[in-house]
T-cell receptor, first 116, second 119 residues
Framework: KQEVTQIPAALSVPEGENLVLNCSFT??????LQWFRQDPGKGLTSLLLIQSSQREQTSGRLNASLDKSSGRSTLYIAASQPGDSATYLCAVLPNLFYNQGGKLIFGQGTELSVKP | GAGVSQSPSNKVTEKGKDVELRCDPI?????LYWYRQSLGQGLEFLIY????????KSGLPSDRFSAERTGGSVSTLTIQRTQQEDSAVYLC?????????????????FGAGSRLTVL
């Protein structure tokens, strides 16, 4: 059974720091991996999607990497800002569900706080 | 609409009562998903609708949970005889279609969720 783990559960950093969020998964048979952002009282926003054949994706100050063989992904946030404060969720789409693109398996998230 | 709309945003009910949660997906999105987010836990898949196909109910935790999608658009998640462990945020998401490829069509758009509290 696929399990997704995110460490740490919470992280507090001063503004301007570069930081890395970690995601690990137990079964490497994944079709893709996504990073989401969740703000209190709001829905999830998709940040980056990495297909299994890719090694990384970049969007602005965000860079996500994927090492399928080791079951790991990282989300790198450069020059963090208070507006980055949110919960970041990692989710994998198992190969078994490749044609059911929303049957994702989520980690529990990392709650990020960026202090001014 | 511009986004996925869910109602009510908050619902407090007594144990044993039935509740209905509504999801209005983005117009034209054929795939619709319900997830549950319990305190301290990750999102848990509940049910999935794709077009006119029979729904995938594999994630529903018990037969007290059911969902329907009328006219390929609005969906209602019903929880009968609610229990305290049903307390959670219920999230709905939709996408243009399911399938393979790198296109953004498979990216889910989530609603803000319905927070259910069972006393």
């Amino acid at each position: 059974k696929q399990e997704v783990t995110q460490i740490p559960a919470a992280l507090s950093v001063p503004e301007g720091e570069n930081l890395v969020l970690n995601c690990s998964f137990t079964d490497s048979a994944i079709y893709n991996l996504q990073w989401f952002r969740q703000d209190p009282g709001k829905g999830l926003t998709s940040l980056l999607l990495i297909q299994s054949s890719q090694r990384e994706q970049t969007s602005g100050r965000l860079n996500a990497s994927l090492d399928k063989s080791s079951g790991r992904s990282t989300l790198y946030i450069a020059a963090s800002q208070p507006g980055d404060s949110a919960t970041y969720l990692c989710a994998v789409l198992p190969n078994l569900f490749y044609n059911q693109g929303g049957k994702l398996i989520f980690g529990q998230g990392t709650e990020l706080s960026v202090k001014p | 609409g511009a986004g996925v709309s869910q109602s009510p945003s908050n619902k407090v009910t007594e144990k044993g009562k039935d509740v209905e949660l509504r999801c209005d997906p983005i117009s034209g999105h054929t795939a619709l998903y319900w997830y549950r987010q319990s305190l301290g836990q990750g999102l848990e898949f509940l049910i999935y609708f794709q077009g006119n196909s029979a729904p995938d109910k594999s994630g529903l935790p018990s037969d007290r949970f059911s969902a329907e999608r009328t006219g390929g658009s609005v969906s209602t998640l019903t929880i009968q005889r609610t229990q305290q462990e049903d307390s959670a945020v219920y999230l709905c998401a939709s996408s243009k279609r399911t399938g393979t490829g790198n296109s953004g069509a498979n990216v889910l758009t989530f609603g803000a969720g319905s927070r259910l509290t069972v006393l």
